[in-house]
């Protein structure tokens, strides 16, 4: 069983920066993968970023250059460093864990506007 607590959304201007913060609660000694995912009004989820437990990082194409993802897999603590934040980057984003299963998060809300 896998336990998520994220934190650090909330309302910021364009070209304005953020952290979120994702911990994952679990006896699994170092998930696969730990990430980001995020899913603005009427739209499907979207994959953000995502990091293995090899250090092997990823980011979709919309994000790269303004967005930084950081693991540590002692803590299984994942953050992610959004800079440049532009209003299309408004969405819930939810913090996912995948080991076999994926389990998510209860999402934090980023909200980019003047």
């Known amino acids: 069983q896998v336990q998520i607590v994220e934190s650090g959304g909330g309302l910021v201007q364009p070209g304005g920066s953020l952290r979120l913060f994702c911990a994952a609660s679990?006896?699994?000694?170092?998930?696969?993968?730990m990430g980001w995912y995020r899913q603005a009004p009427g739209k499907p989820r979207e994959f953000v970023a995502r990091?293995?437990?090899?250090?092997?990082?990823t980011y979709a194409d919309s994000v790269k250059g303004r967005f930084t993802i950081s693991r540590d897999n002692a803590k299984n603590t994942v953050y992610l460093q959004m800079n440049s934040l532009k209003p299309e980057d408004t969405a819930v984003y939810y913090c996912?864990?995948?080991?076999?299963?994926?389990?998510w998060g209860q999402g934090t809300p980023v909200t980019v506007s003047s």
């Open positions: 996912n864990v995948r080991h076999f299963i994926d389990y």
């Open positions: 990091c293995t437990n090899s250090g092997n990082c």
């Open positions: 679990t006896s699994i000694l170092s998930p696969y993968i």
